[in-house]
T-cell receptor, first 113, second 114 residues
Framework: DAMVIQNPRYQVTQFGKPVTLSCSQTLNHNVMYWYQQKSSQAPKLLFH???????NEADTPDNFQSRRPNTSFCFLDIRSPGLGDAAMYLC????????????FGQGTRLTVV | AQSVTQPDIHITVSEGASLELRCNYS??????LFWYVQSPGQGLQLLLK??????LVQGIKGFEAEFKRSQSSFNLRKPSVHWSDAAEYFCAVAGGTSYGKLTFGQGTILTVHP
């Protein structure tokens, strides 16, 4: 009964090679979020979608992009990964104005070699 | 801007002992507050939340937290810790009704000795 699913759980990519991380949800929530969590740090919000409206955080690097083709899916694209982008990437969903809770996926651990 | 402070980076307790993890927040309006737990290599699991009403909230796994507006605190407690509680705990505040737009504290790592 997984509700927020991230694929893959582990991703290894080469320095500078574009990579895409995937998130899907079965909750029909209208808001989806991407967080970056570096080792021994708190999660940091990169951006979120309110329905189809994209909202970027001010300090999110241009190297990070996102797509949301429909309600259920959201992708995180890293155009040219650097060693500093190695992190756990967490996807979350919530319903605007609904039950006050965000649901997180299990995360994708990205390694850059 | 909102912020969350968890003063204790690492706490060690013995199994069966009581636990309190501290959290202080800064937010202009009535906050939505959360405690999440994260096991190594895993995502975040919600333990409990506060958004209004009774200031003592009960969560899963026997955890509770108390909202104290006068102290801007939302401390997490458990009367008797189990070895399986060893994990990292994050306190977070939501910006308005975007419940997933969270500002997290730095986290507290809990170690449980047998």
């Amino acid at each position: 009964d997984a509700m927020v699913i991230q694929n893959p759980r582990y991703q290894v990519t080469q320095f500078g090679k574009p990579v895409t991380l995937s998130c899907s949800q079965t909750l029909n929530h209208n808001v989806m979020y991407w967080y970056q969590q570096k080792s021994s740090q708190a999660p940091k919000l990169l951006f979120h979608y309110y329905d189809k409206d994209f909202n970027n955080e001010a300090d999110t690097p241009d190297n990070f992009q996102s797509r949301r083709p429909n309600t259920s899916f959201c992708f995180l694209d890293i155009r040219s990964p650097g060693l500093g982008d190695a992190a756990m990437y967490l996807c979350a969903t919530s319903r605007q104005g609904g039950f006050p809770e965000a649901f997180f996926g299990q995360g994708t651990r990205l390694t850059v070699v | 801007a909102q912020s969350v402070t968890q003063p204790d980076i690492h706490i060690t307790v013995s199994e069966g002992a009581s636990l309190e993890l501290r959290c202080n927040y800064s937010y202009g309006a009535t906050p939505y507050l959360f405690w999440y737990v994260q096991s190594p290599g895993q995502g975040l699991q919600l333990l409990l939340k506060y958004f209004s009403g009774d200031t003592l909230v009960q969560g899963i796994k026997g955890f509770e937290a108390e909202f104290k507006r006068s102290q801007s605190s939302f401390n997490l407690r458990k009367p008797s810790v189990h070895w399986s509680d060893a994990a990292e705990y994050f306190c977070a505040v939501a910006g308005g009704t975007s419940y997933g737009k969270l500002t997290f504290g730095q986290g507290t790592i809990l170690t449980v000795h047998p």
